[in-house]
């Protein structure tokens, strides 16, 4: 089975612009989190979309917004790009919410976003 | 609001050596998980071990261990017999069981195997 996949991996945008990134989860899986990380910094939550719904939102601006699709995929959107925003975007799927007992939160491979 | 702290931003030991990463956390919840995560130069994040705050045995996983010490909310994780494929920055991680699935994680440890 395919784990989750994130795209694209790499990303280089100019200040002001809009970029989106795309998070499919494993199959069967219905959560959605998204997690921004600062190079040397651990992962900061961004939010969480559980049945099509968020769930849950972090200490971020209103620039940035998600969704979740019908199939459990979901975008990360992020307007009017400032230098600040370049990060690793991480994406973590599971199966249930809350998480139970022995189940795992998966993560991507994370989208490097370049702010130049 | 959960915080998570790793007091040691550096670590380095001999390969074959055991090593302990230390971990604190602060929550007024009475149930959650606290994990620890590897994220190689790849920056894949890799799950390593998990605890379940209810589960008063310590989480084992081959040569990985965990000391969890719910009243000092203290969670270490020991490496026995470290590997050169050990060398990674490790995350201490806390996820509350209300509200949201969010992970809560600490600031990293970089931990150098030495051959």
């Known amino acids: 089975d395919a784990g989750v996949t994130q795209s694209p991996t790499h990303l280089i945008k100019t200040r002001g612009q809009h970029v989106t990134l795309r998070c499919s989860p494993i199959?069967?899986?219905?959560?959605v989190s998204w997690y921004q990380q600062v190079l040397g910094q651990g992962p900061q939550f961004i939010f969480q979309?559980?049945?099509?719904?968020?769930?849950g939102r972090g200490n971020f601006p209103d620039r940035f917004s998600a969704r979740q699709f019908p199939n459990y995929s979901s975008e990360l959107n992020v307007n009017a790009l400032l230098l600040g925003d370049s990060a690793l975007y991480l994406c973590?799927?599971?199966?249930?919410?809350?998480?139970?007992?022995?189940?795992?939160?998966?993560f991507g491979s994370g989208t490097q976003l370049s702010v130049l | 609001a959960q915080t998570v702290t790793q007091s040691q931003p550096e670590m380095s030991v001999q390969e074959a050596e055991t090593v302990t990463l230390s971990c604190t956390y602060d929550t007024s919840e009475s149930n959650y998980y606290l994990f620890w995560y590897k994220q190689p130069p790849s920056r894949q994040m890799i799950l390593v071990i998990r605890q379940e705050a209810y589960k008063q045995q310590n989480a084992t996983e081959n040569r990985f261990s965990v000391n969890f010490q719910k009243a000092a909310k203290s969670f270490s994780l020991k490496i026995s017999d470290s590997q050169l494929g050990d060398t990674a920055m490790y995350f201490c991680a806390f996820l509350g069981l209300q509200g949201a699935q969010k992970l809560v994680f600490g600031q990293g440890t970089r931990l150098t195997i030495n051959p």
């Open positions: 199959s069967g899986h219905k959560s």
């Open positions: 973590a799927s599971s199966g249930s919410m809350p998480l139970t007992t022995n189940e795992k939160l998966f």
């Open positions: 979309y559980y049945e099509k719904e968020e769930r």
